[in-house]
């Protein structure tokens, strides 16, 4: 049996037309293709002369699509991403290697401690760490992201991995000198800026009136929680940041009361990845891992 021809549009015209749809406008297309809003004008202008079909009204403030150019674009965006996603497949089987995006303080305090065990089991595959805060955008780039937030990104599959509960950590010689939570108010409170309401979150579930932190602020949790083993102050501590430090005893928790921050941790990803066998691999392992230190006893506190 023979396949007959497949006849397919203009494909170079049918790229230039759902940029400029998707964009707004001819030279925001022209600078995502990286060619002149003269060269796009006439792709699509010769896309709608081959199809018979007007598919912008061109307007002095813009262009407008019509009926018709509306409905190829709907299509014309989902055929696309259907592409971006089998052409991303395709290459993770030739290349067993992901890219996971995750922030500093994250890949230092526990993705990177635990990636030997991974490497171990799975020499054959190449993890890459890039940067991605927490508050980052998720980077199409990315084959994951492990993100703090609500479970709710669109368009992405968000996969629960810890709690994220507060309590504040210290050294043992600032420990002994802090007897009620209440003992707070005159120590020096490191602070994360990105993260203001954690120490009014845990003083107030303390029952720590009128407290108001004060003492030096960081950027990032990594930052606090170094300044406090090193005797600085105290820092709000966030699971599982601090874990690996109560588990070593750099770090002791003064008070017994946790807090919710109200977000966890997520495994997130573009769900057309789900079988890439090298993410597929890697996600497996996160879970087990997760779950095994979420069944670890927690150290005990020094109050």
Known sequence: MVTPMRRLPFLNGIRAFEASARTGSFARAANELNVTPAAISRMVRLLEQRMGVPLFQR???????????????????QIFDQLAGLTAQVTALASPSIVVGVGPTFAIRWLIPRLASFQRRHPDIDVRITTGGAAAPYNDEWT????LGDGQWPNLAAEPL???????VCTPA??????TPADLKTAALLQVTHA??????WLKAAGVAGAMPRGPQFEFYGQAQQAAADGVGVAMGIR???????????????????VPKGERWYLVYNPARL???????????????AQSDAALPRPKTDG
Do not use: H, M
């Open 174 to 179: 600032i420990a002994a000198t802090l007897k």
């Open 196 to 201: 203001a309401e954690d120490w009014p979150r």
């Open 240 to 258: 599982p940041y601090i874990d690996d430090d109560l588990a070593a005893g750099r770090l002791v928790t003064p008070f017994v009361l946790t």
């Open 275 to 289: 079988n890439e066998p090298a993410f597929a691999t890697f996600r497996a392992w996160l879970a087990d891992t």
């Open 162 to 168: 810890f709690a994220a509960d507060l309590v504040p």
């Open 144 to 147: 994951c992201g492990i993100k």
């Open 59 to 77: 307007k002095a403030n813009g262009l407008v699509p019509t009926p018709a150019g509306r409905a190829y674009q709907a299509g014309l965006s």
